[in-house]
């Protein structure tokens, strides 16, 4: 549970708007330093608009944002060395080692050879891959490979770690080990979390607190006993369903093809 009530992320009536269709209409809410926030809602809700402009890959119409004290827009060196992320489509090279796929990302980010090094050796060991550096990630199970982007995410040492649906399409007992090795990331680090997820039961029990977004607007928020005491429902699934009236779906293949090209712009900046 996180102890600091310094707001990390602050959003202020942000709006994205392309033409006459309003993608995120005017939200506002902050994320606490250290603690781990789920950020809900069905396909079209805006989700994926606004992680895009928190994340510096997208220009609000407008509001403002700040991300560990700094401006996505204006500042996004800073802005991108503050958090790590790992994106729904997976995002390593499958030609390229363990090792190699870490090294390269901290020679990006400037590391110095020494200090990369040991990072690289504690987060391998951190989720259980260092006897697996020199193995290509072609050869990598499903969960193999999430837990390697999450070691990569973490390698520059960020203030908070954004996870686009980590666990989709891993078995029970991956996505479970998964969620254990960010927990005590989160309680030992106090590395901020910030994530989006199909899967309820993974943000009744991890997340303290959780916002819900339909249609571009920011309709309940609380800590999940809070919101389901708000609708009366027992499971944190049966609350967001009497709150949105909708399920939660696996994105379709237009939105993967859209984070496969937000990488690429990603990098290219």
């Not at 407008?62 to 958090?83: L, W």
């Amino acid at each position: 549970m996180y102890m600091n009530q310094e707001n990390i992320i602050k959003v202020n009536n942000l709006t994205k708007k392309y033409k006459k269709f309003i993608a995120v209409d005017d939200i506002s809410f902050n994320v606490k330093k250290g603690e781990v926030f789920a950020f809900l809602g069905p396909n079209g809700a805006g989700k994926t608009t606004t992680i895009k402009m928190l994340t510096t890959l997208l220009k609000p119409t407008a509001g403002s944002m700040r991300i560990n004290g700094y401006n996505p827009h204006k500042d996004q060196y800073n802005v991108r060395c503050s958090f790590g992320i790992v994106f729904q489509d997976p995002s390593l090279d499958d030609e390229l080692t363990a090792f190699e796929n870490m090294e390269f990302h901290g020679v990006l980010y400037g590391l110095k050879k020494k200090d990369r090094r040991q990072r690289i050796e504690k987060l391998l060991k951190f989720v259980e891959l260092w006897e697996r550096k020199g193995d290509l990630v072609k050869k990598f199970s499903g969960g193999m490979k999430r837990r390697l982007e999450i070691a990569r995410g973490l390698l520059h040492t960020p203030k908070i770690l954004f996870l686009d649906e980590p666990t989709l399409g891993l078995d029970p007992q991956t996505r479970n080990l998964i969620w254990t090795h960010i927990k005590e990331l989160n309680n030992r680090e106090k590395v901020t979390v910030f994530l989006t997820t199909h899967y309820m039961e993974e943000a009744d029990k991890i997340a303290d607190r959780i916002a819900i977004i339909d249609h571009g607007k920011i309709i309940s928020r609380g800590t999940p006993e809070e919101l389901k005491e708000k609708t009366g429902k027992e499971s944190l699934e049966e609350a967001y369903l009497s709150i949105t009236g909708k399920t939660i779906r696996s994105e379709n293949a237009g939105s993967i093809d859209q984070m496969r090209m937000n990488r690429r712009m990603w990098h290219r900046k």
